[in-house]
T-cell receptor, first 112, second 116 residues
Framework: QKEVEQDPGPLSVPEGAIVSLNCTYS??????FMWYRQYSRKGPELLMYTYSSGNKEDGRFTAQVDKSSKYISLFIRDSQPSDSATYLCAMISPSGTYKYIFGTGTRLKVLA | GAVVSQHPSRVICKSGTSVKIECRSLDFQATTMFWYRQFPKQSLMLMATSNEGSKATYEQGVEKDKFLINHASLTLSTLTVTSAHPEDSSFYIC????????????FGPGTRLTVT
């Protein structure tokens, strides 16, 4: 079993839709949770990070962490074609090395 | 702020040659740099972690003699792919962690290596 599981998609939605992206994980020691966006042939860029459980909102993006279920989500409201990208969840290894453990990424396509 | 650059952005080399990829933190000092490899439509796979002035720590299955990492300063790390083969063709991405918000890694734009 992988430490972090993420549906690879692809996920196609119409413009303006609410998008829900999810990851599950197995290690209850994870504390920091990140969402990165990666456009084709580019490096990942940080969208959101959360520490421990709860919600965090930034513009059209909301990140949710449910540690009891070992489940994290990223919601995108009013999705735009420019949101079309691969979304990667990442968690920091509790080993003290600051290593990230990435999900496989979900490819999202927002149709105009 | 927190910009990481990589050079070159893409490189094509012949089988058996060596290729060096540079990773620079432009506006902050990077205590730790990470090197990742990404195959098409797959996630990032961590290859190694390097701390300034120390030997790199390689992930299991990564050949340290083939992928030489040097982190000689707080703003520069290099990855040298030695005796490259076509199976080394991939997208290589570095990231850097500063001394402030210690959990956050800033990623470079990546280098596409093609070995013919």
């Amino acid at each position: 079993q992988k430490e972090v599981e993420q549906d690879p998609g692809p996920l196609s939605v119409p413009e303006g839709a609410i998008v829900s992206l999810n990851c599950t994980y197995s290690n209850s020691a994870f504390q920091y949770f990140m969402w990165y966006r990666q456009y084709s042939r580019k490096g990942p860029e940080l969208l959101m990070y959360t520490y421990s459980s709860g919600n965090k909102e930034d513009g059209r993006f909301t990140a949710q962490v449910d540690k009891s279920s070992k489940y994290i989500s990223l919601f995108i409201r009013d999705s735009q074609p420019s949101d079309s990208a691969t979304y990667l969840c990442a968690m920091i290894s509790p080993s003290g090395t600051y290593k990230y453990i990435f999900g496989t990424g979900t490819r999202l396509k927002v149709l105009a | 702020g927190a910009v990481v650059s990589q050079h070159p952005s893409r490189v094509i080399c012949k089988s058996g040659t060596s290729v060096k990829i540079e990773c620079r933190s432009l506006d902050f000092q990077a205590t730790t740099m990470f090197w990742y490899r990404q195959f098409p439509k797959q996630s990032l796979m961590l290859m190694a972690t390097s701390n300034e002035g120390s030997k790199a720590t390689y992930e299991q299955g990564v050949e340290k003699d083939k992928f030489l990492i040097n982190h000689a300063s707080l703003t520069l790390s290099t990855l040298t792919v030695t005796s490259a083969h076509p199976e080394d063709s991939s997208f290589y991405i570095c990231s850097a962690r500063g001394t402030g918000r210690t959990y956050e890694q800033y990623f470079g734009p990546g280098t596409r290596l093609t070995v013919t």
